[in-house]
């Protein structure tokens, strides 16, 4: 392979706003380039970088796919080209947009890692962000913000356009995670022999850790360091979202973060300066589904395309040859 072409990863951005004002908060796209400029600057390469990307592909956002989050002040119809004008990226000729997924921003990684082998990409960014929290916020003060922008034109998208659920599903009510993934838990939980009381108690100490964690992370939503037997216990201030996982067991949409990694091949990076002290190789990749439909599963509670990556990406590792 030509070294040239080697895939790294070169700098990385993340933002967390607090900012109480809505009016005064950042949309969601210049919370997004807020996040990508810190990336570039993280490189060390600053503007130079923004200016040699040739790829800028947007992660998609809650507001535009669920109803739950639809936002009442506009959408962006090309998010990748509104960022990529916010940065000045105006090399950027491939622009992209992901359909949903929470697997996207890896499968993103993977699919430009290989396209900087083949010599199709040199620099590429991979952003995305939500301003929810500030969303929220205005809706509850009534204040109308204007957040749609149309620069003209329609990103590459990349992923899977395909609903999640079958209509047999939809009418027996697991149209989304938030109804499948506690099915799923009461599999992992039937499998293991456990009791419910057992199990709940497991899983309070295992997001304890990541609780733990939190505390010390300045960017962290949540920073109260919660113990085990609070994110276990059951009560006015903890209910079950969808049993067995309580309030604190479940991820926080309404926040306002992004965050942005920038990837190069070794010779952009080189010619850019970007010290190679700052270069991260990828040294296992993998990505797979398990069968789309849930009912279609033979069982609930093992993933064969968890198992099947993992084993890939390290015998990627192990054996690069």
């Not at 010290?275 to 589904?289: I, M, N, R, S, T």
């Amino acid at each position: 392979m030509n070294e040239d072409r080697t895939p790294v990863l070169v700098g990385c951005g993340q933002i967390t706003q607090r900012e109480p004002d809505p009016a005064a908060a950042l949309s969601p796209m210049d919370l997004t380039a807020a996040a990508a400029r810190q990336a570039a600057d993280d490189a060390g390469a600053g503007a130079a970088l923004l200016q040699a990307l040739d790829t800028v592909l947007v992660v998609r956002s809650f507001s535009d796919t669920s109803w739950r989050f639809t936002c009442p002040f506009g959408r962006y119809s090309n998010p990748p080209k509104s960022l990529a004008r916010r940065l000045v990226a105006s090399n950027a000729q491939r622009l992209v947009y992901t359909h949903p997924g929470g697997n996207m921003p890896q499968w993103c990684i993977n699919r430009l890692f290989e396209m900087v082998t083949r010599g199709e990409v040199a620099a590429a960014l991979i952003a995305g962000g939500e301003a929810l929290a500030t969303q929220k916020a205005a809706q509850r003060s009534g204040l109308d913000l204007d957040w749609s922008e149309d620069p003209g034109g329609a990103p590459e998208m990349w992923g899977v356009d395909r609903r999640g659920w079958n209509d047999v599903e939809d009418r027996h009510r697991m149209a989304g995670a938030i109804f499948a993934y506690p099915l799923f838990e009461n599999a992992i939980r039937g499998h293991l022999g456990r009791s419910i009381a057992g199990h709940q108690a497991a899983m309070g100490s295992l997001f304890a850790q990541f609780a733990a964690v939190a505390a010390n992370n300045p960017l962290a939503d949540r920073r109260q360091g919660f113990a085990a037997a609070e994110i276990a216990a059951v009560g006015p201030d903890n209910p079950y979202i969808g049993f067995p996982y309580t309030k604190l067991m479940n991820a926080n949409a309404f926040i306002d973060q992004a965050a942005a990694l920038i990837l190069t091949s070794a010779g952009k990076a080189r010619a850019l300066g970007i010290p190679e002290d700052k270069w991260v190789y990828l040294h296992g990749c993998a990505d797979a589904y398990d069968h789309w439909y849930i009912s279609d599963r033979k069982d609930f509670h093992s993933s064969p395309a968890m198992r099947i990556v993992a084993e890939e990406t390290l015998a990627m590792v192990l054996c690069p040859g």
